[in-house]
């Protein structure tokens, strides 16, 4: 599926540079063996490390994990729900998943309230996890700033062994007291589910973007630096793409412009989608004539994560779109119908999923 | 009694230069209002910060608490006694008693398991404390490496308003990973008493060293930073000056011929006491001629800090040892009789406070 990848010029080459630097490897065969995800069939999860420990677990039907963080700040949008997506996908496919709250490192970094954060931990990870259909009964979940006293002594324990040149690859030079506690923490966060009180070593895979790669790299280095104490097995990753923000450009929770949430009035969304960047021409008469581009198109890029599974569709659109027999307005109204209906469909799923959520949250860890 | 304080020359000088570079208060009127600690009556312990605060409480009997630590490694020894003499003195006064195990530190900066490390506080320290007379039912006890999760968040939150400069003030530029770990445990240890969790706020008095005083502003410095959130009053202080090794030179836990443990056997004790250092001279005759100089004799500052608390008593030892009476081979005998007999009633009163050691570490904090 590489000719409708949508970054088919310089990202991709930063992506590659990204691989060839610090040894992330392609997805190679899992792509067409995992091709019942979307995200790997299409090139979106691009990348990977020890992504065959996990396939082994898979395949003999052993144990494994999973581990992810949620930052407690702003609105789950579609950026989020692509990671949601490969989760509750794992889940299927028999992880043991342990999902927390990054709200030590809102609070020291960003200076959130543990309070606000624990509202929308709740309200816009959890109950949208639900609802998108991550079976809850089968979900470790918990606050940085609230856990079991093992998972401390263990950050503690990781402290003797990391140095700062370590960290200040991951955050430049600018390291304070409060950077080092949250790289800490995550590390302690991806390590954890090995221990013996928590089902003990097996593999654990951990969905990232790329740029998280120097999180994963310490945390792989700790495991092993701790192996004789914990028999920690390294974790392996897989690496997606970003989504681009509406108006192209990044993607950003401060700018509610920029992206669609979950939770926004599906009439909402549609106008957003109305007033999205797209791949079209300076006049129809162009259009028509050099057809447009999809790969600068966030219509496009909407329906290539989220709203076309059916890559037969996907791609009928994208030959319309270059023959320039698809235009701009058009296409918008049909990505506008596909999102108010899909987000109608889920909004009920989620307030019926907020229960859940609140339980979980509470549930005794 | 100053004419009688041992280190009349350059490390008084030392902690003067201490105190008026940092700001620590001499003790003043504390010292005859809190003469019946004959730490206190005799100058070892020299300087306080807002020590007015304890005062008050004490003298008009409000709830007021004490924070100690120990670092669970080697032998419990006469320099641990003259703390632990503070610590049951200030609860007898009316303090609530915190007391920690500084496990972590031990393990990130010194390497020690935390097996090992509970061992060492069980039977060590707390069985010692409570032989020298704490209170157990009135003491909470706690390992660094396993408490309640409201101590790891303030610890967490604590790290927000920690700069590198301030640790570096502390540890120097060596500074490591391991060390803030360290810095910022610390911290949460004095403070977390006055938690709502922990008996709110309310004067709180740590006893310690001179050498400790950099994590006492630090502390300081924090309590103010967060009183918003948790009306912190900044803790007090108490410094105490150090025993001298037995050879001179310093106490060193490393070196099992520079101190007396309170499990030594009572006869090695008093060899050990018979090849101490003493302030004698080079003959007999010299000696009768000039006199000792109890201000350089080990044997001299175990009457002092430990084996005779009768000034009266203390006076004549040091006027007959001036006026070369009193020689050291005839001296260092009474002192090891004095040391055999302590040591053998105490040894019997530790045995029994094992068993409430160790009930006290496993207790539910």
Redesign the interface.
Known sequence: MNEIDPWASSSVEDYEKLMRDFGIQPMGDYQGRYSDLRYIRRGIIFGQRDLGRIDEAVQKKKRFALMTGLMPSGKFHFGHKMVADEIIWFQQKGADIFSCSAD?ES??VR?IS?EDARKTAIEEYLANYIALGLDPERLSFWF??????EY??LR??L??K???NE?KAIYGDD????K??SA??QAADILHPQLAEFGGPRPLVVPVGADQDPHIRLTRDLAQRFSEEFKFIPPSATYHKFMSGLQGGKMSSSNPQSYIALTDEPKDAGRKIMRAKTGGRATVEEQKKLGGIPEQCMIYELYLYHLVDDDRELKEIYGKCKAGTLLCGEDKKHCAQLMEKFLSEHQKKRDSALKDARRIAERKR
Do not use: E, P
């Open positions: 030590i609070y020291v200076g543990f940085q700033s609230d856990y079991r006293t401390y002594r503690d324990m402290s003797k990391v140095t700062f960290l390291l304070t007291t409060g080092i506690i800490l923490t």
